[in-house]
């Protein structure tokens, strides 16, 4: 979905302000904001179980940023979830 260059930004730094304190959310393994070529944003998240998930999806920040979202987007977000099938590893301390 096309962007304008400043709602773009905007969106970006929405984003941005989105990831890190999601990784501080109990149960979260990964969270990572890609930007594709042609403009469009991609969240890849992994959590430890559904219930971390929808903690998260409860959390004030969550429901603010999706409160914001529909200014900065054009059309629905597209969410894909699946199980993890491969091993996850052991993060070292």
């Keep these: 979905m096309p962007h304008s260059h400043a709602r773009a930004e905007e969106l970006r730094r929405l984003l941005m302000d989105l990831a890190e304190p999601s990784r501080g959310h109990a149960g979260n393994l990964q969270y990572h904001l890609h930007e594709q070529e042609d403009g469009r944003f991609f969240l890849y998240e992994v959590w430890r179980s559904q219930e971390d998930l ?37 993060v070292a301390a």
């Design 54 to 90: 929808d903690r998260h999806d409860a959390t004030p920040l969550l429901r603010a940023f999706m409160d914001q979202l529909p200014d900065h987007t054009e059309g629905t977000p597209e969410a894909y979830f699946g199980a993890m099938r491969s091993p996850y590893p052991a």
